[in-house]
């Protein structure tokens, strides 16, 4: 007997998934835009790290440039203003902890949150992706691991005196991931991604990050789960 079809082959070029494109695509452009800033701001914010973080927010740009040459294969314009509003909250509070000096949340904001958030989404992305987005994700991703490790060694240098303020950047900030994801749940199933994989996927980032940073497995348990009951 033939062997079913393991998924129903994704019509790339139908309007329903050009039309779910256009937010998830500018979505993922605006976060790579943003996290660009995010670096440059924390350039000034560490200047012992300088070269790195301008290191690191060069290859944001990259990553940006590479999704948006993703978008136009595909004939679809992103939707620029849903994806502004969709980070608004996180990039609000990663401004405000900038402008007061608080490194180790901006640290857990982009570095932790945002790059988990990016590993478990193109992790997921990469098998269901077009070619063309295929290859360019799969040299995506590769950064993120690396941009994720340059928070988790600071942040483990630093343990002992960031563990109360990461407590808190975490309980304020990590509600929101879940709240995004509410609001990409449709649009990321037409493009063949399952909330549940895109959850479960972060929780694993952001569990071995914490776990390496120096967090008991209690507490990251507490920690990569706080909101999620709610949202
Ligand atoms: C930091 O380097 C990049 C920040 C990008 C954040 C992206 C979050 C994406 C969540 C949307 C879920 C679907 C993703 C689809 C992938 C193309
Ligand atoms: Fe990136
Ligand atoms: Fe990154």
Redesign the pocket.
């Known amino acids: 007997m033939p062997q079913l079809e393991a998924s129903v082959a994704i019509d790339f070029r139908s309007d329903v998934y050009r039309d779910a494109y256009s937010r998830?695509?500018a979505?993922?452009i605006e976060?790579?835009q943003e996290?660009n800033e995010n670096y440059i701001r924390l350039a000034d914010l560490l200047p012992d790290n300088k070269d790195q973080l301008v290191g690191l927010a060069k290859m944001?740009n990259r990553?940006k440039k590479g999704f948006e040459a993703c978008g136009r294969n595909l004939e679809v314009t992103p939707d620029m203003v849903f994806a502004h509003e969709f980070f608004a909250a996180l990039h609000g509070n990663f401004q405000k902890a900038a402008a007061e000096g608080k490194i180790v949340t901006c640290l857990l904001i982009q570095s932790l949150i945002?790059?988990c958030?990016?590993i478990a989404?193109?992790n997921i992305?990469i098998p269901v992706a077009d070619d063309f987005a295929r290859k360019i994700?799969e040299g995506v991703v590769k950064d993120?691991y690396s941009?994720l490790n340059y928070g988790e060694e600071w942040l483990k240098a630093n343990f002992e005196t960031s563990k109360a303020e990461l407590e808190a950047a975490n309980r304020e900030n990590l509600p929101l991931v879940w709240q995004?994801l509410n609001q990409?749940e449709d649009d990321?199933r037409v493009?063949g991604?399952e909330k549940d994989a895109?959850v479960e996927d972060f929780m694993i980032q952001y569990g071995e990050a914490l776990s390496n940073i120096g967090f008991s497995t209690r507490d990251v348990m507490r920690l990569s789960a706080m909101g999620l009951a709610t949202a």
């Open positions: 998830i695509n979505i993922v976060g790579e996290a944001e990553h945002i790059e958030f990016a989404a193109y992305y994700t993120e941009h995004m990409v990321a493009l991604m895109l």
